[in-house]
Nanobody, 125 residues
Framework: VQLQASGGGLVQAGGSLRLSCVAS????????MAWFRQAPGKEREFVATIIWSGSSSYYADSVKGRFTISRDNVKNTIHLQMNDLKPEDTAVYYC???????????????????WGRGTLVTVSS
């Protein structure tokens, strides 16, 4: 499956952005999907993940209560709604997918085999 993220941009602290990731090549119906991010000079880190049905989702502690991951399997798309953004949220955001279930609520980069190009989110103070 090929993934393409979009929706990044420059926003002031406290603002909101909605990222989208469109999949092509095959349906993501049975894929666990996730968002990761990578800030300059840092390793790529987990942000949020959602199971194939959309009935369960998990978040990194740093974004819990501010970010919401969702999916539309009909449109082969996932989203990340980001509210109350902080300067420390500045990063390139990547969507990722893996066929089947992910056996952890804190997945790592190694748990996902399909990755899209990232989209840059910059939060100014």
């Amino acid at each position: 499956v090929q993934l393409q993220a979009s929706g990044g941009g420059l926003v002031q602290a406290g603002g909101s952005l909605r990222l989208s990731c469109v999949a092509s090549g095959r349906a993501i119906t049975h894929y666990a999907m996730a968002w990761f991010r990578q800030a300059p000079g840092k390793e790529r880190e987990f942000v949020a993940t959602i199971i194939w049905s959309g009935s369960s989702s998990y978040y990194a502690d740093s974004v819990k209560g501010r970010f919401t991951i969702s999916r539309d399997n009909v449109k082969n798309t996932i989203h990340l709604q980001m509210n109350d953004l902080k300067p420390e949220d500045t990063a390139v955001y990547y969507c990722a997918g893996e066929l089947g279930a992910i056996a952890t609520s804190r997945p790592t980069v190694a748990d996902f085999g399909s990755w899209g190009r990232g989209t840059l989110v910059t939060v100014s103070s």
